[in-house]
Every structure is written in C-alpha cells, then in structure tokens.
C-alpha cells in the first residue's frame, strides 16, 4: 500500500511541475501579448465591437487622431458595411520592455459587401509595412494587458 501511495504522490508531483510549467509559459508576457492581439482580430473580424473594446484602454491614441470612442466607432461603421470579413496576421514579432510591449505583423484582409470592403482590401493589402499594435500591463495579474495605440505609418486615411 506504501508503494501505491508513493507512486501516486511521484505521479501527482510531476503532474503538477509540468502544469506549474506551463501556466508560466501561458501567463509569461509575450504569450499574453500575442494572445490578446489575436483575440482583439478575432473579435474585430466577427464584428463584435463590443468584444474588441474591452481590449482598448482608456487613454488609446493612434497615428490618425482616433481615441477610444473613435475607433470603436469607425470600426463600427466599416465593419457594419462588410458582410463578411477575414483578417490573417503574418508572422508576429513581440517585443517586451515592462510595463509595455509591441505586436507587430503584416495584416491581410478579405471584406465583402460593399464599395468601401475593396477599397479596405486594396489599402491594407498594399502596405508593405506591418501593423503595430502597442500593449500595456495594467496591473500585477499577467493577463492584464490593454491596447494602447495601433500604428502603421504607410496607411494613410482620407480625412484624419
């Protein structure tokens, strides 16, 4: 019985080192950045807003003047003109300096639906620099983590 015990508690331990294991690789900062920045085109490219909004800060600024209530707005107009889109993100580099960090891929999309989607997909398929999407932690937790600003100084937009 001694035996079946100690296996059990060998097994249990190891068991445990490995999930220990991996919860620090998931909750490590370049994990959290990277998987934030998918879930925020995720939820941009099923045209939930409010979902891509619970990942932008308060204070989100970008090269074209928008903040917060801006973007979230002109991604509701253009999004809501689409009947359907696809966004696929090159290979991503992130970058960590605490308490910020920098996604940064060549983003690609495929919108349907009206004049405005082929004049998107011309424009964003065209740039041949990546987008950047800037991160900060807000808090201690290690999924805490808040989109800050969007760059990409190729794209130019009428009127900003």
């Given amino acids: 019985m001694d035996s079946t015990f100690r296996n059990s508690f060998y097994i249990g331990c190891t068991l445990a080192i490995f999930v220990g294991f991996w919860l620090v690789h998931l909750w490590s900062g370049p994990e959290q950045v990277q998987l934030h920045s998918e879930n925020f085109l995720r939820q941009v490219e099923k045209r939930d807003i409010l979902g891509a909004g619970n990942f932008i800060a308060a204070d989100y600024h970008d090269d074209w003047g928008d903040d917060r209530a801006l973007l979230l707005n002109r991604l509701r107009l253009v999004v809501g003109s689409l009947n359907s889109l696809t966004i696929k993100a090159g290979e991503p580099n992130v970058t960590l300096t605490p308490p910020d960090a920098s996604w940064k891929a060549k983003i690609q999309i495929n919108g349907s639906g009206s004049e405005l989607a082929s004049e998107l997909n ?14 900060r932690r807000k808090s201690w937790k290690p999924w805490d983590w808040d989109l800050v600003e969007i760059r990409n100084p190729s794209l130019q937009i009428p009127g900003t």
């Fill in 122 to 135: 011309t424009r964003v398929n065209s740039l041949t620099t990546p987008f950047e999407l800037h991160w």
